[in-house]
């Protein structure tokens, strides 16, 4: 099953193109990884996905990005239903300064979607489909902010499947964490995957190998190869995408 | 050669630190005057007759030296002008970070400059030519020349000190917090009010702190629109005198060494222990917000 269609897209930041007829679909309830040195526009093209591009003055995107066969980009209510429905983690860990507690409920608070005591099962439920459950029915009423890092970015994700996100698009996910935490959120990611579509952006080339079912490899705004990770990765087809994963580049 | 490279560092290091002590000595030196020639009111009044006394008659015979209708002046007028500064500077503050497009948050930020630029004896002299003439005829009172007058007055003085600090205290919310509230799906206004806020309140907290430490220790505009009447006041529409009036308007004509003398700079004193204790709250606050 195809979750998101992507066709034809170019992005433009004034007059420097960041993205270049970008043609690719993501497979539902699977990991796609989208790897490339920094600046290939790999974090553009996910941005694309839930529209936070659109924050940045004097962007303009042309082509179509269909989620559920419904073109994104000519919505005409507001985008709030669409960001709810496609999730984002950052790059850094970035829980609001409020309780764990109210992190978690912050999307059903906005949303509407949940009070009382239904809205206390939901936090758990979050909590505990990232595992923080256990290390954190204690402290829900203190501070997010003096969580590890690691423990932030599982509160991140544990904020998106509060609000039931069917989409999680993830940017560099992993970029601030130590080698043992990152193993710990790909295992989540793993864990994940069953219920959730997820897109990577990452520039950790074995971290795509690990979680991912299809990659993506980007240069210079262009989606230079897409296909499924073992082939990517075992017998790229083009000349380029091969010299950036045996290391030659990037 | 080395040895004199080495005297003449030894020099500047001296001169710099003389001038990293000269704020604490000069600090020093104003408070001890102020003690010194401040404390003799004590021998004409007592402590609780000075900062409880109804009255303040200084040139009766014998003078009565009660600071209390000061104090109340001096915080009538204060919390009317907070009253009103506050919540339109953090609400302007608010306009200018997060909502006005950027051209016109440039245009808004060099006016808030400019009105922060305008000296005070000038703001007092529209008060009176304007503003007193408009409150007499509009509230239908017997004098225009009341607290409510130096409470508008004085929220325009407090307004650029209580937007400029709370707008920098919401822009140095870390743009990630914004960012992860949008990508939830939240809208503008709820990413403000839910997120944004609470990463800036002890900024904005400050900065009240702040304009509250202007204004109360604001004197020119104050003393030219409030009527300057030594009384306890009832409301916020008859005329008061501050504490800060009072020393100006008297200092003038009290004679050296008198009674009346030692109890201007004993208001002095209470002046400046009232705005250490709002400066030092301020800070607290400010330290706080940049600990985040």
């Known amino acids: ?250 | 050669m080395a040895k004199l490279r080495k005297f003449k560092e030894a020099i500047i290091e001296k001169l710099i630190f003389l001038s990293g002590i000269a704020s604490i000595v000069f600090v020093a030196l104003i408070f001890i005057f102020l003690l010194r020639e401040g404390i003799s009111v004590l021998r004409s009044t007592s402590l609780g007759a000075f900062l409880g006394g109804k009255f303040w008659y200084p040139i009766s015979d014998p003078p009565k030296l009660g600071i209390l209708p000061l104090i109340l002046g001096s915080l009538l007028v204060t919390l009317g002008a907070i009253a009103m500064a506050v919540p339109l500077g953090i609400a302007a503050a608010f306009y200018i970070a997060e909502v006005a497009p950027s051209r016109l948050r440039n245009i808004l930020k060099s006016f808030v400059e400019i009105l922060s630029a305008i000296p005070s004896v000038v703001l007092g002299f529209l008060g009176i030519t304007i503003l007193v003439p408009f409150l007499k005829r509009f509230l239908d009172l017997p004098t225009g020349l009341t607290a409510f007058a130096g409470s508008i007055m004085l929220a325009f003085m407090a307004m650029p000190t209580i937007i400029s600090i709370s707008e920098d205290a919401i822009n140095a919310v870390p743009r990630e917090y914004k960012e992860g509230a949008i990508a939830l799906g939240a809208t503008h206004w709820q990413t403000l009010h839910r997120v944004i806020i609470h990463g800036a309140l002890p900024g904005i907290i400050a900065a009240a702190m702040l304009g509250i430490g202007r204004v109360f220790g604001e004197t020119m505009a104050v003393m030219m629109v409030t009527g300057n009447a030594a009384v306890i006041p009832n409301s916020l529409f008859e005329p008061v005198r501050t504490l800060t009036a009072t020393i100006a308007a008297e200092m003038g004509e009290a004679a050296k060494g008198s009674p009346h003398y030692n109890a201007l700079f004993a208001i002095g004193i209470v002046l400046f222990v009232i705005s250490f204790l709002i400066n030092l709250t301020a800070d607290l606050f400010l330290n706080r917000s940049r600990r985040r």
Not at chain 1, 36 to 48: D, E, F, I, M
Not at chain 1, 85 to 107: D, H, I
Not at chain 1, 108 to 129: F, P, T
Not at chain 1, 211 to 238: A, N, Q, Y
């Open chain 1, 1 to 250: 099953m195809k979750k998101i269609e992507i066709e034809g897209l170019n992005l433009f930041y004034g007059d420097f193109q960041a993205l270049l007829d970008i043609r690719m679909s993501v497979r539902e309830k699977a990991i796609t990884a989208l790897i490339g040195s920094s600046g290939c526009g790999k974090s553009t093209l996910l941005r694309c996905l839930n529209r936070m591009n659109d924050l940045i003055e004097d962007v303009r995107i042309e082509g179509s990005v269909k989620i559920d066969g419904k073109d994104i980009y000519k919505i005409k209510s507001g985008l709030t239903q669409l960001r709810k429905k496609v999730g984002m983690v950052f790059q850094r860990p970035n829980p609001f300064p409020l309780s764990v507690y109210e992190n978690v409920a912050f999307g059903l608070r906005v949303h509407h979607m949940a009070k009382g005591s239904e809205l206390e099962d939901i936090v758990g439920e979050s909590l505990k489909a990232v595992h923080l459950w256990d290390e954190l029915k204690d402290r829900l009423n203190r501070s997010a902010l003096g969580l590890s890092l690691e423990q932030k970015q599982r509160l991140c994700i544990a904020r998106l499947i509060a609000v039931k996100s069917e989409v999680l698009l993830m940017d560099e996910p992993c970029s601030a964490l130590d080698p043992l935490a990152t193993l710990r959120i790909e295992d989540l990611m793993q864990l994940l995957k069953k219920d959730y579509t997820i897109v990577i952006v990452t520039h950790n080339m074995q971290q795509a190998a690990r979680v991912s079912d299809e990659t993506g490899f980007m240069l210079l705004g262009e989606l230079v190869e897409f296909g499924r990770t073992p082939d990517i990765f075992t017998k790229p087809k083009d000349k380029r995408t091969e010299d950036y994963i045996t290391g030659r580049f990037g």
